[in-house]
C-alpha cells in the first residue's frame, strides 16, 4: 500500500523566512505528487503538482517543489513567507489502488507565519 | 462554471439518523471522490466513482452509501449515522485519463451526537 509522510504536523516561520514543508511517499508506481494548500473553512486549492518532465515544479503563490526519486521525495518551498501564506498544506500521490482516479493524502501541515 | 458544489454546509443529526449529502460537478468530469478529514489525518477515500453507474470503495467505506446515477450528481448516504462519522466531507472530481488534478468542493461539516 501507498502512502504519504508529512514531518512536522506544524511549522511556524517568521514572514520573509524561507519555507520548506516536508514530504515523503511511498509508491508502487511512478507517483503522481500534488501538493494542496487549504485556508481556514475552506476546501483544498492545487499548489502545484508533478506528473512526468521536470522534476522542479513551480506553483501559484510563489510556491516550487522537487521530485527526488532517490529520496521518495516531494518537498515543498517558498524563498520568502507572507503572513497571507498562513494555512494547511497537504501533499498527497495519486492512489495507484484505484487506478489513479482518486488520492492518497498526508496528514497535512499547518504553517503559521510570524510578522 | 460553477465546478464542484455541496449541500449542506453544515448539518447536525443525532444518532441513528440517516441523511444524504449532495455533490454536483458541472465540468463534465468523468471521475468524483467523496474524502473524510479529521484532525491530524489528512483526507481519507470513502468512495469514488469513473463515471456513471460505476463506483467502488476507498479507504473507509464502511456506513456509508453512493451511487452515481448521472455524470453531474455523486451523493453521499449515511444509513445510519454515528458519532465516530462527525467530520468534514469532501466531494471531489477530475477529467479522465491524462489529466490528474482534482477539484474539490467547500466541504460539509457534519456533526453527530
Known amino acids: 500500500a501507498q502512502s504519504v509522510t508529512q514531518l512536522g504536523s506544524h511549522v511556524s516561520v517568521s514572514e520573509g523566512a524561507l519555507v520548506l514543508l516536508r514530504c515523503n511517499y511511498s509508491s508502487s508506481v511512478p507517483p503522481y505528487l500534488f501538493w494542496y494548500v487549504q485556508y481556514p473553512n475552506q476546501g483544498l486549492q492545487l499548489l502545484l503538482k508533478y506528473t512526468t518532465g521536470a522534476t522542479l515544479v513551480k506553483g501559484i503563490n510563489g510556491f516550487e517543489a522537487e521530485f527526488k526519486k532517490s529520496e521518495t521525495s516531494f518537498h515543498l518551498t517558498k524563498p520568502s513567507a507572507h503572513m497571507s501564506d498562513a494555512a494547511e498544506y497537504f501533499c498527497?500521490?495519486?492512489?495507484?489502488?484505484?487506478?489513479?482516479?482518486?488520492?492518497?493524502f498526508g496528514s497535512g501541515t499547518r504553517l503559521q507565519v510570524q510578522p | 462554471n460553477a465546478g464542484v458544489t455541496q449541500t449542506p454546509k453544515f448539518q447536525v443529526l443525532k444518532t441513528g439518523q440517516s441523511m444524504t449529502l449532495q455533490c454536483a460537478q458541472d465540468?463534465?468530469?468523468?471521475?468524483m471522490s467523496w474524502y473524510r478529514q479529521d484532525p491530524g489525518m489528512g483526507l481519507r477515500l470513502i468512495h469514488y466513482?469513473?463515471?456513471?453507474?460505476?463506483?467502488d470503495q476507498g479507504e473507509v467505506p464502511n456506513g456509508y452509501n453512493v451511487s452515481r446515477s448521472t455524470t453531474e450528481d455523486f451523493p453521499l448516504r449515511l444509513l445510519s449515522a454515528a458519532p465516530s462519522q462527525t467530520s468534514v466531507y469532501f466531494c471531489?472530481?477530475?477529467?479522465?485519463?491524462?489529466?490528474?488534478?482534482?477539484?474539490f468542493g467547500p466541504g460539509t461539516r457534519l456533526t453527530v451526537l
Open positions: 466513482s469513473v463515471g456513471a453507474g460505476i463506483t
Open positions: 465540468m463534465n468530469h468523468e471521475y
Open positions: 471531489a472530481s477530475r477529467p479522465g485519463t491524462g489529466y490528474n488534478e482534482q477539484f
Open positions: 498527497a500521490v495519486s492512489d495507484p489502488a484505484t487506478g489513479r482516479r482518486a488520492l492518497t
